[in-house]
């Protein structure tokens, strides 16, 4: 027997290898070998199994030397092709991510800032305990079922899952633990392991160095229960007594990879907790439009824990910018509100954050003066702005472009009037510093990996009370407990809210909620201010009580402009060094697509071709289609005839 394998440190060599008699039963497409390559070993993967060679090729072919032990997970190539389907991919990429790090060199590894854990005797509430008491049973008799907990913020469901971690445990069963982001990873791996230290939690993400990565292997080989944590890579691992998955903060987007295939973690996880037949617990307090959808639709069990465990909820003020009141402010970006506010702070000692959402580099534009958007009416969402020979807003969904008018279409002001650009953080640590020349204002940016370290310096420094104004981004909202900081102010709030995406006012409040929620964590009278420059009743709902309400009004405004959960939403990613070579292959996908729609037997709706909004990538120029579907499998159909049409650009697919 013959195998084509694949290197693990470089995906796009095929070798040929002789497999010896000793090996044969155990090697099979997927499996990890170990194969002479000039005079040292290389770990490769086998991609298929020849049982001949067609004919003699013109060198000696080698022997495969070893086979790398499998985990005895008996479900688990089963689910590689379920996901390598679903995603309209290849299975072997699959294999390859996963098992990329057995060669992997040891390389230096990010720092984490840890934060003291107390260890404190935890009795769980009754709603707490509700939950575990629903969910256990699924665990110690395996069967699917998935489970919705919202909980606000602070309200314990870290307690929730500690529990069912250990009770999973008992049973003899592992826990997969996802988490957005590896630095919220890193955190709950060492809470974890502080405050259950009889239990082995293990991390397996981009910051886990290759060795620990070989020890979990190893503990997978041999069937010892663990808890696996990490943000896309644990969900793919074969385990043989998966009992649990939990998926914490399930509304983030950071569960999407970022390179291609773009695989979601949290929808390959329900459909791991499917296949296996075992209990799924997606926590979040401000659970997706999509989940809440799902709940309704398909039975999802749903669990609301209402109240903090410590601490109250902070009051919210919003500050519209374009109002007439506002007109005479000192300075563009701060309200007097909001300078008023943050004197009073200084003046009790407590501190305070200010937040600038930014995501991206392209912007919608928005007149300052009275705070209108340019949208698409096709399409409902903002029109980006492209600056090359002249500026042009166009959509990045249909396609549709025009020039950038010399006016405000709403209140005539001057072209000048337009913003086009946002405030970054180092701009608005100087205007602040201007108004607090005593105060010690520093900024969170981690933009750079470089500034890690400097980053940890600057999060000790703030708790201990040495910073009194930190001005950050999204770095800021997540997973720290600042207790002295009272007042949270958002500079420019409307700024996610116009992000050129369908689910841009999902995203934005989610990410205002989790902001505001560093106010007043510990104690009563946090404060949150919202500057706005054109009012939407999205800001109203900051106040995360409400924010069941926002979703139903966000999925009835779903339903109308036909968005997902409504439909399935797919997008096709065109790819080329020449411009001219990218607009040709993205129309003449989109004429086939198009011949589609209009057979109509599908039921699909097709949008584009169009410029993304970042439409150039180092030396890549990127055009998208965006496919509409009532079904995961219409949507397949339609990315297959995609797929088959005959261009010279790469062709990749993001579903959702
Ligand atoms: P969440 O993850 O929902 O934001 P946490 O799990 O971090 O909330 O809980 C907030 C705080 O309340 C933590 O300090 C946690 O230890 C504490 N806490 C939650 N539930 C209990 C409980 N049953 N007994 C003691 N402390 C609790
Ligand atoms: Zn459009």
Redesign the pocket.
């Known amino acids: 027997m013959y195998v084509n394998v694949l290197l693990l440190n470089g995906f796009d060599k095929t070798l040929t290898y002789h497999v010896p008699e000793h090996l044969v039963a155990d090697i099979k497409t997927g499996t990890v070998v170990r194969v002479p390559l000039q005079r040292r070993f290389e770990a490769a993967l086998v991609c298929k199994i020849i049982p001949e060679l067609p004919e003699k090729l013109p060198f000696a072919v080698r022997d495969v030397h070893s086979f790398e032990e499998f985990p005895n997970d008996t479900q688990f190539h089963a689910f590689v092709s379920l996901v390598a389907r679903y995603y309209c991919t290849d299975e072997l990429g699959i294999y390859h991510r996963i098992r990329h790090f057995l060669d992997q060199e040891e390389s230096e590894l990010e720092e984490l800032v840890v934060q003291a854990i107390p260890v404190?005797?935890?009795?769980?509430?009754d709603e707490?305990q509700d939950i575990v008491d629903y969910i256990l049973p699924h665990v110690v008799t395996p069967s699917y079922q998935p489970v919705l907990v919202h909980?606000?913020?602070?309200?314990?469901?870290?307690?929730?899952y500690k529990k069912l971690i250990q009770e999973a445990f008992a049973q003899g069963k592992s826990t997969v633990l996802l988490l957005p982001e590896v630095t919220l990873a890193l955190q709950f791996e060492h809470l974890l392991s502080e405050q259950l230290p009889t239990i082995p939690i293990r991390g397996f993400h981009s910051a886990s160095s290759p060795t620990s990565k070989k020890e979990v292997w190893n503990a997978l080989v041999h069937g010892t229960p663990l808890v696996v944590v990490g943000v896309h890579l644990p969900v793919l691992l074969p385990i043989e007594n998966l009992g649990l998955i939990i998926v914490?903060e399930e509304h983030e987007q950071g569960f999407g990879e970022k390179k291609h295939p773009r695989l979601n973690s949290k929808t390959i996880a329900l459909m791991r907790a499917h296949q296996y037949k075992i209990p799924i617990v997606l926590?979040s307090?401000t659970p997706s439009v999509q989940s809440l959808y799902n709940a309704q639709k398909y039975g999802w069990k749903q669990f609301a824990?209402t109240k903090?465990?410590?601490g109250a909820f902070p009051t919210l003020q919003k500050v519209v910018l374009t109002t007439e009141g506002q007109k005479r402010r000192k300075h563009f970006w701060v309200s007097a509100q909001l300078e008023t506010a943050i004197k009073e702070c200084f003046a009790k000692k407590e501190q305070v954050i200010i937040f600038i959402n930014r995501r991206g580099y392209s912007f919608f534009v928005q007149c300052k003066t009275c705070g209108h958007v340019f949208c698409c009416t096709d399409c409902s969402v903002s029109l980006t702005l492209h600056v090359a020979q002249s500026s042009e807003l166009r959509c990045h969904y249909c396609g549709y472009g025009t020039p950038l008018p010399t006016e405000c279409p709403t209140c005539k002001a001057p072209e000048r009037s337009l913003l086009k650009k946002g405030i970054g953080t180092q701009q608005a640590v100087q205007i602040f510093q201007e108004i607090f020349p005593a105060a010690v204002i520093e900024r969170a940016d981690l933009d750079s990996t470089t500034k890690k370290r400097s980053w940890a310096t600057t999060v000790e420094r703030f708790k201990a009370g040495e910073i009194n104004m930190l001005v950050g981004t999204q770095t800021i909202t997540k997973g720290y407990?600042f207790p002295n900081v009272s007042l949270v102010g958002v500079l420019w709030g409307d700024l996610n809210l116009h992000f050129p995406v369908f689910n841009a006012r999902e995203v934005a409040l989610q990410q205002l909620i989790q902001v505001a929620?560093r106010a007043g964590r510990q104690r009563a009278g946090g404060k949150v201010i919202v500057q706005v420059m054109r009012d939407s009743a999205v800001f109203d709902y900051v106040d995360e009580q409400r924010y069941i309400e926002f979703a139903h009004k966000e999925l009835a405004d779903r339903q109308a402009s036909n968005y997902p959960p409504y439909v399935r939403l797919a997008t096709l990613e065109i790819r080329h060094a020449k411009a001219d070579t990218v607009d040709a292959d993205a129309q003449k996908i989109a004429d086939v697509l198009y011949a589609l729609e209009e057979k109509g037997e599908l039921g699909v709706t097709i949008l584009g071709p169009a410029h993304p909004a970042v439409h150039r990538i180092e030396r890549y120029e990127l055009r998208q289609i965006l496919i509409k579907a009532p079904t995961v499998h219409a949507l397949q159909v339609v990315v297959m005839h995609a797929q088959r049409v005959d261009v010279k650009s790469d062709v990749f697919v993001v579903m959702g």
């Open positions: 404190k005797n935890v009795v769980l509430t707490q909980g606000v913020t602070g309200s314990g469901k870290t307690e929730v914490d926590g307090a824990i903090r465990f410590a407990h929620g």
